[in-house]
């Protein structure tokens, strides 16, 4: 196991030599001057110009530049944000876990629903019940979610008046954060109805966010199973006289979510995609936003950091989803 | 009174090119320790007879028959629950892939377990001494250490000792072997054969060995049963079947059994393969490919009696001679042994 | 001995194999390739729905300077957030009302098909002639010229494909054109993907060595005997990447990074309206609409093909 996690460790490494040089190259090719893009400075004289290139090291060779980019990596050094002055590390670790808390939710929310209705659709295949579950997946694959977002807010929002239209919490509750968790620190503050206000928060932003996620995982969980019920070993337990439940869930879904483990994994990079523009709608205060903000304040430092960081969170999602393919799928582990 | 009595079963599938009877009126019965032999080609639904028989054949499947007793039960009439209680019970059944017959992602220990507790309740320890037990009485060496092997570590002769273990578990009244060696090498398939004829005998269960190959069945059967196109051809003790076959059809099979070839001549063989849906004879459905065929053959064809197997045929065969057949009054003996 | 698929009829039943066993009964009479995919697509109704709403919008786009009751872009100050024709207040001019400068939204969404079908040629056409060639290059080539191609797919792959497209806009300056490029740079790996894999197994069956022994040039090689025998795949991939490009460039238009207005982009359009969405409903409602129901035709005609192409389908 161990050395299986390190070969799959080693194949990492010039996919992140690669992502580094494209976060390092972003900056070379943006039109324009990169000291001015980074300093963001109005009006410099040019010994203040001089005096920044020599500390950025401009005035390097290119590969040397390279070499000092990935050594300040290394050194947890992204660069610094022109617009709050603050170290682009610190700032996606305070705001990454608004994006974490609402993609584990996203992400277990398409699961929960999504894996049933795959199994329910291939059991009953052909029936009603499957059309209407894979034609209902269809179009949630096709939805446009910045779109079906606002509808929700629509509906939930402005006609039912159910949900908050964005934000994390409702400005009447106010705490330190503790772990950067809303639904957590709502909890641990004891304030009254925080954690309901959080999680009202919470609701639309998810659905939205696990709607192509579900559609896809229902529609994978489906074919694995039609394939796997299929199988002789389903005949077998069939013959054992264990119950359609046991049969279903336990010897037909154990090996149907081999493929379907692969196909959570890649859920993570549609979800840091989609939070973008779900953070975007719901004003949620996340690394999607963050970014999309970044871009638009030409806050170019955050916007090379972000890029590096969050193809840095995919790269080790993948690896723990061949680790846990390995787990679960005994062929792998011997 | 025989373990298990079935009359007159009818399987029907549910097609898109229209129904298809994949078994045809069949009626076997097995007693108590005894070895009935069930041959045929492939598609002559031996096996289909007897998965619905288990209840486990798809819902495109419309299963009738006048009986299904087991043991004084009616399985024809008995909810899926209570069948659920009968099978991998008192009934259990081995297939022709051992390989994949095992689900890969569960050890072999967990899956002859799962029989144990689902059918018998015991304990985990109780569960664990059974299985080691069972896995020594199917000739499995260090069964232990095999407990937490997974199915893909396993060679096919040994998944099928393990299938065979996970099917004697609970102590089968009877044992459905659905062409237990074929997929195997030659050399593991006579030792399976050999366990299998141990083990039936050390129990008294009653087993049902499903098979095309006619020197398994001369091997082990008892009693044997010839089905062609999901009817039931023929039916006699193994040795009256050997000496003197009574369908054209069995006649046939034995005919290409390489054992029996006399001379250098070329190996007999059946012209054509069995009926389809869409080409399925009037009357016999052995007619278009029986030497012995007449016009009578595509209106109707009898059943005769026991004396003579019960063979489906309007002239069986005796002594390879077809009786009352109307080439036999001027036919001369040159001409019958070219049939034959 | 194939025992198991002759002994146990419907012990694998599925729908499908029972059609295509019935098919392969009548094999003589074999149909022609294009029949014959034909057959395969409309036995798949909702593919055949698909692709008459399609056909529908391609028609709409076609015709909307004629179809369009008003222009795009003039603005009507006597005629601000009309709701649509059927509501209180609505104008049988104004169908599907009209948005905050007075605009037909029924018209914008008319000549905004033109835009969305555009992109989605456009990307495709790019990223596959790119992925294809790179592919092939790198399936032929192997060595270190296939290694480095595709480690460059895997960083590509490596980024969110909104996110990258994002920052490529963001390099190169907002706008439809742009955000083309950078769809279409952003969808090329998985046509790499699939190109250099039909590569490498087409390479090993006997009619590429036999043409190779007869002594063709590796251009002709790749192109004339290997590509038209990947197709298959790559037309399933394309169809995707069509609703996928749609999809993302109306995202860019909707983060303002698209097309810019006042372009009638369905995206674009969906993010003029964002401020009105608790007043508007329509302004919001229709051109998301407009943008699902292309994309759920093009999905919808992307199963259909993958059934009737996939030959593994076929066989089983």
Known sequence: MFRFALSRLALIVPTFIGVSIVAFAFIRLLPGDPIMLLAGERGMSAERYAELQA???????????????????????LGTSIVTKRPVLEEFFTLFPATIELAFCAIVLATTIGIPLGVLAAVKRGSWIDQTVMGTALVGYSMPIFWWGLLLIILFSGTLGWTPVSGRISLMYFFPPVTGFMLIDSLLSGQEGAFTSALSHLILPTVVLATIPLAVIARQTRSAMLEVLGEDYVRTAR?????????????????????????????????????????????????GKWMVDSVFRRDYAVVQGGLLLIAIIIMFVNLIVDMLYGLINPRIRH | MPILDIQNLSVTFETSSGPFKAVDGITLSVDSGEILSIVGESGSGKSVSMLALMGLLPWTATITADRMQFAGQNLATMSARQRRKIIGKDISMIFQEPMSSLNPCFTVGFQIGETLRQHLGMDRKARRARTIELLDLVGIPAPEDRLSTFPHQLSGGMSQRVMIAMALACKPKLLIADEPTTALDVTIQAQILDLLVRLQKETDMGLILITHDMGVVAETAERVQVQYAGQKVEEQHVKALFRDPHHPYTAALLAALPERARGRDRLPSI????????????????EPRCTFATDLCRQTVKRQDEALGQALCNYPLVAGRPQNHPSQSHATDETRKELT | MTHVEADKPGMHQEPDAAEASQTTASAPKRRSGLAEFWYYFSQNKGAVIGLCVFLAIIAIALLAPVLAPHSPTVQNRDALLLPPAWQ????????????????????????????????????????????????????????????????????????PSLLLALVLVAILGPGLVNAMIAIALVLQPHFVRLTRASVLAESEREYVTSARVAGASRFRLMFVTILPNCLAPLIVQATLSFSNAILDAAALGFLGMGAQPPTPEWGTMLAEAREFILRAWWVV??????????VLAINLMGDGLRDALDPKLKRS
């Open chain 2, 271 to 286: 012209p054509g393969v069995v009926p389809g849906p869409s080409d399925r004879p009037p009357a016999c459905l052995f």
């Open chain 1, 239 to 287: 013959s054992k006289g264990l119950s359609p439940r046991r049969v279903i869930g336990l010897h037909a879904l154990r090996n149907a979510m081999i493929p379907v483990i692969t196909t959570v994994g890649l859920q993570v990079g549609v979800l840091l995609a989609g939070a973008i523009l779900t953070e975007t709608i719901f004003s949620w205060p996340g690394i």
């Open chain 3, 285 to 294: 409602t229709f051109p998301g609409l407009a943008i699902l129901i292309t």
């Open chain 1, 55 to 77: 500390e950025m090291g401009f005035d390097r060779p290119i590969v040397a530049q390279y070499f000092d980019y990935l050594l300040g990596l290394f050194q947890g050094d």
């Open chain 3, 88 to 159: 209180d207040g609505g104008k049988a001019a104004y169908l599907l009302g009209t948005d905050p400068v007075g605009r037909d939204v029924l018209s914008r969404l008319m000549f905004g098909a033109q835009f969305s079908l555009f992109i989605g040629v456009a990307v495709v056409v790019l990223s596959v002639s790119s992925g294809v060639i790179l592919g092939l290059i790198a399936g032929f080539f192997r060595g270190w010229i296939d290694t480095t191609i595709m480690r460059v797919m895997d960083v590509i792959l490596a980024f």
